[in-house]
């Protein structure tokens, strides 16, 4: 195990006590607040959000809003060990499986393209940087999507989930803004 990853492994356990420590509902009602008014905001177009594992904060209460206001939804698929992400359209009404790792996916749908993505982390700091589980999926979707056309990456986290300094590689993709319960950081 090289210096990076036991750091990253470390790190990642004491991140997983701070947002369990942070999780809470009048907590995750103000961080949608404002992650719809940003998402409305900034951004036109798809929009990949994500289905909830373990504490995370739940985004479906925004992903449900932009879909009343007729905005195209996705979520993630994990489409194989290595691979980016693919998105597969979204509605509260979709069928949805078992997927990889404990996230719910679409049985079926459109394969969509996002203008933004909806990020879930364990920890971020204020340079913009997310400490994720460790498999690098949002990391190479990231920088398909950048390579190909603007893409907006909001990093949706509980406030306490913040920490000093993100340990970082070169693959580590920046996200352009975080939202918390306190309101919008932009690193």
């Known amino acids: 195990m090289t210096d990076m990853t036991a750091l990253k492994a470390e790190t990642r356990k004491a991140a997983f006590a701070r947002r369990k420590a942070a999780a809470g509902r009048q907590a995750e009602e103000a961080a949608t607040a404002h992650l719809l008014a940003l998402l409305r905001a900034e951004t036109a177009g798809a929009v990949a959000g994500y289905m909830k594992i373990r504490t995370e904060i739940d985004p479906v209460g925004a992903m449900t809003a932009l879909v009343a206001a007729g905005r195209p939804v996705c979520v993630p698929v994990i489409t194989g060990p290595g691979r980016p992400l693919a998105f597969r359209a979204w509605t509260p009404a979709t069928e949805m499986i078992d997927g990889p790792f404990g996230a719910r996916v679409p049985a079926a749908g459109s394969w969509i393209t996002p203008a933004a993505l909806i990020v879930p982390l364990l920890a971020f700091d204020r340079d913009g940087f997310r400490l994720g589980y460790g498999g690098g999926f949002y990391d190479r979707t990231l920088e398909r999507l950048r390579a190909a056309a603007p893409v907006l990456a909001v990093g949706f986290a ?22 918390t319960e306190t309101g919008v950081i932009r690193p």
């Open 158 to 179: 509980f406030a306490g989930q913040e920490m000093e300094t993100v340990p970082t590689e070169p693959t580590d993709q920046r996200l352009d803004v975080i939202v």
